[in-house]
């Protein structure tokens, strides 16, 4: 089965990594060394029901913790949702995770698809309401939408989940990349669950706290019943003790300083590579995430590749193909790493362009 993804060091060892987005300052030394406590208690099984890591979410978002379920990830969370409810009929609005569409298919689910437009830099509009038919049974967004990285409008966002509890549809809403917003209180709607039961709201520690290989993140929604189901479709222990001890240690306050010290640098750095980017002749998306979504006429995957970095091929993501790429926002010096190898390459076009003139 191919890779579809960023972040395969695996095949392309020893190259700097701009394919995945999670925090450029890496993770804590205190997560890393609750992680490690962790691994010393491998000798028992994990709590199944994560209670000392629920109660500590509960006490850090403000939500029960009957509301809460943690999962092997973020993605776990959407399979395991899609196993539960399987739903007849979906929508998604494209480009998007490809995982929400694998989870469907996986239930025999054939999901529709809403196509944002390029001229509006892939922003969700309210023509997405019209798409909001009875028929629907799921529906899922991202926000900051992933790899566009646009934050979706909160009144609209409420319009949305308004008239999915109307029309009785579930909406699964991905927000593993709002703590980089500029807004992220202002649009995390952890809160609104106890008033929409139709809202499951998609959680991760991967990104911010920079530990993929941990695998951790959580759901929350008020319907408990829908909790239920979601565990009984999944093995019992599915977050080990590491994650469940480096997840606690991820909701300090000093770790709250961190996220912002990264919005800070994500914020600046980012809108100086969307220049730099633009200045090269690239198309850019401009973006509220810690990455950004560009297209080339040339092939930069191939052409990185042979300078050793890593870009995010989006030619297999529905509603762009080929020519479009996302590059993560790194640290100063590896982004002027990532921004001297695209010069090198435009140059090298233009030589050719000329020498054969």
């Known amino acids: 089965m191919e890779y579809g993804h960023?972040?395969?060091?695996?095949?392309?060892?020893?190259?700097?990594?701009?394919?995945?987005?999670?925090?450029?300052f890496g993770p804590s030394e205190a997560v890393l060394e609750a992680a490690k406590r962790g691994v010393d208690k491998c000798c028992a099984y994990p709590d199944s029901q994560c209670r000392d890591l629920k109660a500590a979410l509960s006490e850090k978002l403000g939500v029960p913790e009957k509301f809460i379920l943690?999962?092997?990830?973020a993605a776990e969370l959407i399979f395991s949702i899609v196993t539960a409810e399987k739903p007849k009929k979906a929508l998604i609005p494209v480009p998007a995770f490809s995982e929400y569409e694998q989870a469907l298919r996986a239930v025999n689910c054939q999901p529709q698809y809403h196509l944002l437009e390029e001229r509006e830099n892939f922003r969700l509009t309210e023509r997405f309401l019209d798409?909001?038919?009875?028929?629907?049974?799921?529906?899922?967004?991202?926000?900051?939408?992933?790899?566009?990285?646009?934050?979706?409008?909160?009144?609209?966002?409420?319009?949305i989940m308004d008239r999915c509890h109307k029309k009785e549809i579930r909406l699964v809403l991905d927000e593993c990349f709002i703590e980089f917003a500029d807004r992220e209180k202002k649009f995390c709607l952890e809160?609104?669950?106890?008033?929409?039961?139709?809202?499951?709201?998609?959680?991760?520690?991967?990104?911010?706290?920079?530990?993929?290989g941990l695998r951790l993140g959580y759901g929350i929604t008020s319907d408990t019943g829908l909790l239920e189901r979601m565990c009984m479709a999944r093995q019992p222990w599915s977050v080990s003790i590491p994650a469940q001890e480096a997840g606690i240690a991820a909701l300090s306050e000093e770790e709250s300083l961190?996220?912002?010290k990264t919005r800070a640098l994500v914020r600046a750095e980012r809108a100086r590579m969307e220049q730099e980017l633009a200045g090269l002749g690239i198309r850019v998306i401009p973006s509220e995430a810690n990455f950004i979504l560009m297209y080339s006429n040339?092939?930069?995957?191939?052409?990185?590749?042979?300078?050793?970095?890593?870009?995010?091929?989006?030619?297999?993501?529905p509603g762009l193909g080929k020519g479009w790429y996302r590059t993560a926002v790194r640290l100063p010096e590896e982004n002027d790493l990532l921004v001297k190898a695209l010069r090198e390459l435009s140059e090298r076009r233009t030589y050719g362009w000329q020498d054969r003139s």
Request: aromatic residues 10%.
């Open 6 to 24: 960023g972040g395969d060091i695996y095949t392309y060892k020893d190259m700097l990594d701009f394919s995945v987005n999670v925090n450029p």
């Open 70 to 73: 943690p999962g092997n990830g």
């Open 131 to 159: 798409d909001l038919t009875e028929d629907l049974d799921m529906v899922f967004l991202c926000s900051p939408s992933n790899p566009a990285g646009q934050v979706i409008p909160e009144a609209l966002l409420r319009r």
């Open 191 to 212: 809160t609104e669950a106890r008033d929409f039961p139709w809202l499951f709201a998609v959680r991760a520690f991967t990104k911010m706290h920079a530990i993929p």
């Open 258 to 260: 961190k996220a912002d």
């Open 298 to 317: 040339m092939d930069l995957a191939e052409g990185l590749k042979e300078k050793g970095i890593l870009v995010r091929d989006c030619g297999n993501y």
